[in-house]
């Protein structure tokens, strides 16, 4: 059963670059969900989705785009990278509701 | 606002002992509430989830107990390893969309 799948693991960019860091579940799961970690500031919210159609902001989504064609998939657009966003990005789902929460392994994104 | 809290931010204790994790939440109206372990460099991965209309769930050697009129959650963790060793975190769902993560507790077990 693979859960929450995200790639890339590991990627560095240079200032101004765009990338789109992907996310994908095979759990038929409504919601989910992208987090950025930092030391000290804990996991944070940026983006999440409780359907296909459907994405609303979280705490911190400056600098950032979601879409939700589908339910498998979630990906995670930075349009122009800044060095601020050098972080270590998280992927969860859930079946919504009450339901528990699973991640993925990360992708640690650099940004030069 | 929903804020979660989790003391100490680190803890090391000699293998076998029987440790106590603490996690507090300001506002009771919770969905629920989750325990994960993080490994360095890993994600996260979930221990135990507690419905807010229960008290406590157990796999293994973890026990978790939620009290919601306290804004409380413990999780019991018996006959410590060194396996054990990593950060866990705890978080609340307070709502379809909204669920809030305390910043962890960093365990070390002394072999």
């Known amino acids: 059963n693979a859960g929450v799948t995200q790639t890339p693991k590991f990627q560095v960019l240079k200032t101004g670059q765009s990338m789109t860091l992907q996310c994908a579940q095979d759990?038929?799961?409504?919601?989910m969900s992208w987090y950025r970690q930092d030391p000290g500031m804990g996991l944070r919210l940026i983006h999440y989705s409780v359907g296909a159609g459907i994405t609303d902001q979280g705490e911190v989504p400056n600098g950032y785009n979601v879409s939700r064609s589908t339910t498998e998939d979630f990906p995670l657009r930075l349009l122009s990278a800044a060095p601020s966003q050098t972080s270590v990005y998280f992927c969860?789902?859930?079946?919504?509701?009450?339901?528990?929460?699973?991640f993925g392994e990360g992708s640690r994104l650099t940004v030069l | 606002k929903q804020e979660v809290t989790q003391i100490p931010a680190a803890l090391s204790v000699p293998e076998g002992e029987n440790l106590v994790l603490n996690c507090s939440f300001t506002?009771?109206?919770?969905?629920?509430l989750q325990w994960f372990r993080q490994d360095p460099g890993k994600g996260l991965t979930s221990l135990l989830l507690?419905?807010?209309?229960?008290r406590e769930q157990t796999s293994g050697r973890l026990n978790a107990s939620l009290d919601k009129s306290s804004g409380r959650s413990t999780l019991y963790i018996a006959a410590s390893q060194p396996g054990d060793s990593a950060t866990y975190l705890c978080a609340v769902r307070i709502g379809d969309d909204k669920i809030i993560f305390g910043k962890g507790t960093r365990l070390h077990i002394l072999p």
């Open positions: 759990m038929n799961h409504e919601y």
């Open positions: 506002d009771s109206a919770i969905y629920n």
């Open positions: 969860a789902s859930s079946p919504g509701g009450t339901g528990e929460l699973f």
């Open positions: 507690i419905q807010s209309s229960q």
